[in-house]
T-cell receptor, first 116, second 115 residues
Framework: AQSVTQPDIHITVSEGASLELRCNYS??????LFWYVQSPGQGLQLLLK??????LVQGIKGFEAEFKRSQSSFNLRKPSVHWSDAAEYFC??????????????FGQGTTLQVKP | DAGVTQSPTHLIKTRGQQVTLRCSPK?????VSWYQQALGQGPQFIFQ???????QRGNFPDRFSGHQFPNYSSELNVNALLLGDSALYLC??????????????FGPGTRLTVT
């Protein structure tokens, strides 16, 4: 079964420091991968997506992610974090197969705290 | 361009009651998916509607049902509410076309509290 693991439940970084949030997936073929951000009391905003091709994906708000098949990972990065980046981040995989088409399977999320 | 909208924002119900949540998709989208997000968890897929039919379903009991209207808006109904149904219910819209189906845009959610 397809699954997503976000190993870090909570991460704290200083404003201006670099950020990397980890995501590991379980899937046999090339996955569809996504990162979403959720601010307190809000819905999810799509940061970036990977379907195929270039393994380094650029997203909104200065975020990027790199697909590494050998490590089954899709880590999210940002070179310099701003206080407004404090939020919950979710990695998701798009399920495939006739009974799963269109489903997104989410990890448990990583809470990012930004220190001034 | 309006994004995905949901109503109501918050709802408090008693165990055993029934609830209906509503969603209007983003302009140009024809597919609506519903997710349940329990506190401290990632969203879990409930079901997906396209052309007024349920196309996919997650691991949720039959107490959870839905509907899609000709204008693509959708409702989520939950019968015989349990305390464990307390969660944020998220609606997501997309286009029922190849990879676009997976590019889902979420609404702000409806916070349901069951007492």
């Amino acid at each position: 079964a397809q699954s997503v693991t976000q190993p870090d439940i909570h991460i704290t970084v200083s404003e201006g420091a670099s950020l990397e949030l980890r995501c590991n997936y379980s899937y046999g073929a090339t996955p569809y991968l996504f990162w979403y951000v959720q601010s307190p009391g809000q819905g999810l905003q799509l940061l970036l997506k990977y379907f195929s091709g270039d393994t380094l994906v650029q997203g909104i708000k200065g975020f990027e992610a790199e697909f590494k098949r050998s490590q089954s990972s899709f880590n999210l990065r940002k070179p310099s974090v701003h206080w407004s980046d404090a939020a919950e981040y979710f990695c998701a995989v798009g399920a495939k197969g006739s009974s799963n088409t269109g489903k997104l399977i989410f990890g448990q999320g990583t809470t990012l705290q930004v220190k001034p | 361009d309006a994004g995905v909208t949901q109503s109501p924002t918050h709802l408090i119900k008693t165990r055993g009651q029934q609830v209906t949540l509503r969603c209007s998709p983003k302009s140009g989208h024809d597919t609506v998916s519903w997710y349940q997000q329990a506190l401290g968890q990632g969203p879990q897929f409930i079901f997906q509607y396209y052309e007024e039919e349920e196309r996919q379903r997650g691991n949720f009991p039959d107490r959870f049902s839905g509907h899609q209207f000709p204008n693509y808006s959708s409702e989520l109904n939950v019968n015989a509410l349990l305390l464990g149904d307390s969660a944020l219910y998220l609606c997501a819209s997309s286009m029922y076309r190849a990879l676009w189906l997976y590019e889902q845009y979420f609404g702000p959610g409806t916070r349901l509290t069951v007492t």
